[in-house]
């Protein structure tokens, strides 16, 4: 068992065909974010890539280790399936936890559209997992670029305090990338 105290910072990020024209933003962006944390070695990232699949991008990192985001890895293709994205990414780093005491985790889900895709995961089996999440502490947060996102947050249990509802333009999308990584920062240094 690990007798530091693990800080772990999960971004699961929407690459569906509604993104396009944003990538750029969203690679410098997701890279200036990881830039500006870097310098709390205790801190580990995961980072989930979904349409209408998830792909996972960093497991458990050190932060210090993360690669930048690139065209390779970032494009837009297919629907948005956010609630597996959200289950599929949960139950790893759950998994990845396990045995840690008290990890303090910090998710940020960035998405703008919302959900149509999802086969594996309902958004009733989301609410519930969400819950259980943050009664142990996680902390979740949603960037969405629609007024629906209060809604999606309430149904999925997200607190409506963590939900912020961004311009659908790269710069709103730039805005979103700032904010989290602030809220990364405040929320890891508790």
Known sequence: M??????????VIDKSRSMHGKEQATI??????IQKQNQE????????????????L???????????????????EGNTALF??????????EELLRGEVDPRVVVMIITDGL????TCFSGEEILQLIRRKQK???????????????DIAKRVGIKKENVLKYPD??????????????????????
């Open 28 to 33: 410098q962006s997701y890279n200036e974010m």
């Open 169 to 190: 333009t790269e710069d709103g999308l730039r805005t979103s990338y700032q904010i989290a990584g602030r809220r990364f920062t405040e929320m890891l240094s508790v």
């Open 58 to 76: 960093h497991t458990h990192t050190p932060i210090k280790e993360v690669k930048p985001l690139t065209e390779r890895e970032y494009y837009t």
């Open 2 to 11: 690990n007798q530091k105290k693990v800080h772990e910072m999960v971004c």
């Open 115 to 118: 959900e149509n895709a999802s």
């Open 136 to 150: 142990e502490g996680w902390e979740i947060m949603l960037f969405g670029t629609n007024l629906e996102m209060i």
């Open 41 to 56: 070695s205790s801190i580990y990232i995961t980072t989930t890539l979904f349409s209408d699949d998830s792909r996972v």
């Open 84 to 93: 597996d994205a959200i289950g599929k990414t949960f139950l790893q780093v």
